[in-house]
């Protein structure tokens, strides 16, 4: 079997894990592929009607169902390239033996491996990019680069119509905060909404800003208390489980940050901000990835119904190799009010 055909790499990229991505993991479910050019899903807003009363023999009255819509939106194309030209054969990689080096071919195979692990994980990081959007704004706006990169259309926006936003009357980190008493005011907005909380993510400096209330840490789960110390817990990722609140609802702080679209570093949670939500309350879904894998007169397109496909492909004037890693990715919202986003600082 030829190795470099693109059925070989699809079959070598399902076996791989991906990279961990806290937001996805924790609030968005993979929905799967879509053979259609449109994933196609039902829309609501929450809303808890009261039955009617009647005059006892009058019968019955009506009642509307819920409401939803029928909603459609289009899937952006993520596709990251690496190249391997013919001065990456010749020379050494990096960590390899100086005595003993690979031969060329063999260099080609493995910078192939690691170039498709690289964009794996890059692609991973623009799935967390577009959870972490519709998220904190209820929107989806994607760039699309052109040229490689070097040129840029107009953005595609999906405005999924969110509203759940926070704002205590006193910030955490002032006296008087109330802090258990806003989270039980968070927690009845998502029910408001016909959502569920069972996990609180957090900016460190709202988590300092709640550990530092000696006022919220009588009101704090025990559990995680030892001799009057609170022993968060380090897992990973810039992820750090502080405990349970009063309600018994996980909450975690979430460093770190990333390079965004226009080049700058921003936070993935920003300063003094708050997420509350529950697992699977958005969904990932992946559409067709149609590319040509031939030229000359035996050119065609073909499509795959894959979440991520590989092409490798040459070109003889620039004497390279080039690896493209595929997907086409969108995020729908289960329901638009099924989560918090709170400005506590």
């Known amino acids: 079997m030829d190795i470099y055909s ?10 791989l894990p991906r990279e961990y991505s806290a937001l996805f993991d924790f609030f968005c479910r993979d929905a799967g592929t879509v053979e259609d050019e449109k994933a196609i899903w039902d829309f609501r807003k929450g809303s808890r ?4 009363t009647v005059r006892p023999g009058a019968g019955g009255v009506l009642m509307d169902r819920d409401g939803y819509e029928t909603r459609e939106i289009g899937f952006c194309c993520v596709a990251p390239e690496r190249i391997i030209e013919d001065s990456n054969l010749k020379g050494r990689m ?3 033996r100086v005595l003993g080096a690979m031969t060329p071919q063999e260099r080609e195979r493995k910078m192939m491996a690691k170039d498709l692990v690289d964009m794996r994980k890059a692609i991973q990081r623009r799935y967390e990019w577009m959870v972490r959007q519709v998220i904190l704004t209820g929107r989806l706006s994607v760039f699309n680069y052109t040229n490689e990169g070097r040129g840029i259309e107009a953005s595609m926006i999906a405005d999924y119509g969110f509203t759940n936003n926070y704002v205590p009357q006193t910030k955490w980190d002032q006296a008087g905060a109330k802090i258990d008493a ?17 996990r609180i993510f957090m900016a460190p400096d709202v988590a300092d800003a ?7 840490i009588k009101q704090f789960d025990g559990r995680n208390i030892d001799m009057g110390k609170i022993n968060t817990q380090y897992r990973g990722s810039g992820i750090r489980f502080i405990g349970w609140n009063s309600d018994g609802v996980e909450m975690y ?8 679209d226009d080049g700058t570093a921003k936070a993935v949670i920003p300063s003094g901000t708050l997420i509350a939500g529950s697992a699977d309350m958005l969904k990932m879904y992946f559409g ?3 590319q040509v894998e031939e030229t000359g007169m035996n050119a065609q397109h073909k499509t795959y119904i894959k979440k991520q496909v590989p092409l490798r492909y040459g070109s003889i004037d620039g004497n390279s190799i080039k690896n493209r890693l595929t997907s086409c990715p969108t995020v729908v919202p289960e329901n638009v009010d099924g989560w918090c986003v709170a400005t506590v600082l």
């Open 6 to 15: 693109t059925r070989a790499q699809l079959a070598a990229i399902e076996l």
């Open 182 to 198: 806003d989270m039980r005011s968070i927690f009845d907005l998502v029910y408001d909404g016909l959502g569920y909380v069972d």
């Open 94 to 96: 990096f960590g390899e």
């Open 210 to 216: 709640m550990i530092d209330n000696s006022k919220y």
């Open 253 to 260: 702080s979430m460093s770190g940050t990333f390079i965004d």
């Open 49 to 52: 009607r009261m039955a009617p």
């Open 288 to 290: 067709p990835v149609t």
